[in-house]
């Protein structure tokens, strides 16, 4: 409806129509279609509206990530992504809701109330990206930025039935992004369009020298291992819903069904990458949310008397229940005694992971694996607890220890609500996911939600 | 975890916990923990800790002069400030 907003009169429909829209959604944080113009008119996203997730900076807008330690915090400059965006013609509409810094696998732990289903609004969107995945699906925007450091881009995507991309670590530029986890955070882009999600994964992508760890994507299309795509998947007890697993059998039989080879292969280390992974992402968040002290920017306490305790009084009242989680854990194993038992060995064991996926890679294109264990499940306590949120993050986590590439695709509708898979590649062959996606799409179109606009 | 091991950790994480909270996060920190251990099992003899998937040269950028305008700006967002300075509680 609203794939491209011409004039200002556009921008002003359109800010009307999906406030309205939004209501019984709240996939924004923040929403003002009239505060940026299009900057190039004849670029390849021109007057294309984009949700933006509220990590990634967008100056002029707020940057909270649905913390109250942020709350007040306008971005003075762009997200190296955002810059792209713009320069092709892109317009950002408005900030999109999260878990507070990108923690959490439902958006429920968005310090300003979470997001809810437009499948079915008594479910939450998944997240963090909940609010990226719940815009595009509603059809409020065409396609939005999130941000995946543990499946963050890819579960909600499955759980609102659109496509989701985590792109190869590096591809997409940080800079701009609030930091969780460094070496495993990346910027990817969530449609209900397969194409439109490509072309803005082309833009965004490429070496920036504001991040360090950003890479020269090679500029040739990266090739079958056998001249045509081939895939494996991944066979064993997976634990998986009734639902899931319909959809799970039903994208396996139609990959066959097209000609294509595929087998099944059992990878004994995914049973550690939940430990591996919680390790290594609260170390990480540990360290890098010491920036948040009440003093620079963001939320300061008007109790503390001295500057440690202003620090601390700071953080207290600012950060959310699993955000201090996470941080605790991430100090604990990261304190002096405790590092070789935790942080380095699951920094070994990633090193193994690794290994197995790119042996995969080795004879195959593309490996297929469940988004999650289960379909949306419902808010608050009907739901999942929030350690039941983590262990079932374990087919989504396995591509940021290793870097790799992953596609979250939709195959299908149950009981009302979307059933999402996973394809992944090896690293920078983000083209052979887009190629198998493309494959599969007469099979599974991409459904609307009830009441999308 | 002990309480006490908690207290240490959220000092060393400059986070004041509350009572209440103490006894909350202490079950959800030591269910995490207990999670983390099976990682003693697998044996990891000869692998390389991996910290960085995407670590090549050190890149570094032409040393110009470039203009920025961020300095105030970034100012600006400090919670309270005396012209160019950001305060804070005295420090002795």
Redesign the interface.
Known sequence: MFDVLKTPEDRKAFQEQVSVADKGIHSFLELDATKKECKNPSGPLAFIPFGVKDNIAVEGFHLTCASKILEN??S??NATAVEKLEAAGGIVVGKTNMDEFGMGSSTDFSAFGGTNNPWNKECVTGGSSGGSAAAVAAGLVPVALGSDTGGSIRQPAAFCGVYGLKPT??AVSRYGLVAYAS?LDVIGVLSKDLDLTEKVFNVIKGQD?HD??S?AYPSEPAKPVKGRLSFTYLEGDLGLSPEIEKGYKALIQAIKDKGFEIKGVQVP?LE?V???Y??IATAEA?ANL?RY????????SKE??????????S??EG?G?EV??R???G???L?SGFQD??Y?????????I?DDFKNIFSSSDIFVAPAFPSQAFKHGNAGLT??QQ??ADKFTVTANL??MPALSIPVGVENGLPVGMQLFANYCSENLLFDAARELSDVFPVADAPEAL | ?QKD??YI??S???????EK?AD??SQ??S???E??S???K?D?TG??????????E??V?KDEVIESS?AE??I?????RDERF?T????L
């Open positions: 915090f306008v003075p400059y670590y590096g070496s020298w360090q760890t890479i280390s550690y939940i430990p591996v919680y390790t540990s010491a002290n009440g003093i620079r920017y963001g939320h300061r503390g008397e001295t500057p440690m305790d202003l620090m601390e009084k953080r207290n950060f229940d201090k989680l941080i605790l854990l100090t604990y194993v304190r038992q935790y380095i060995k699951a920094q070994k064991i990633r090193t193994k690794i929030p350690y983590k262990v290793t870097g | 975890m091991e908690l950790t959220a060393l994480a400059r986070l004041e916990l509350t909270e909350t996060l959800a920190v269910q995490m923990i999670y983390f099976m990682m003693e697998i990891v692998l390389e800790p991996t910290t960085h998937v995407s670590i090549g050190n890149r950028r961020l700006r970034m600006e967002a400090a919670p309270e950001i804070v509680p005295h420090i």
